[in-house]
């Protein structure tokens, strides 16, 4: 039975999302690349419909790609107001979770990392080949975001019990 993950980078200004398709306890080792993209807010709209904009995008994303599994990269630390806005999304993002009784899985960004490359301080380029070589694209997805996401989703995927 084919299982979809949906991964998901957080932001305010730009929630990236990604879902693969994958057969969970098959001889196949292959993910198929389903959907990928943005959502994304206005910069100067005040904060609470920003994350309005997050909220009914997220649910119509949800319940089109129909997750079994969504994965989040955990809130990285880098600038407080940043930090604080994209916290307030990540709120958002589980609670539209959990109205849709959604399991979901949290890795930072060294986890991500380390199991696209081997390593966990490979650059984001770095992380963004590995996605295309493991899903055979012909080329690195975009927006950077959204190629992010699916580094997310594709780490959910390789850390499943067998």
Known sequence: ????????????????FGSIRVEPHSSSTEAQLDEFGIIQTAAGTEVGQRLQTIYDDLHHLIQTLQPQLVAIEKLFFYRMGNTILVAQARGVIMLVLAQHQLPFIEFTP?????????HGNATKHEVQQAVARELQL?????????????????????RQPE
């Open 110 to 118: 060294a986890q991500i990392k380390q199991a696209l490359t081997g």
């Open 1 to 16: 039975m084919t299982q979809t993950i949906l991964g998901l980078d957080p932001g305010l200004a730009s929630l990236g």
């Open 138 to 158: 012909s080329q690195i997805p975009k927006p950077d975001d959204a190629a992010d996401a699916i580094a997310v989703a594709l780490t959910a995927w390789f």
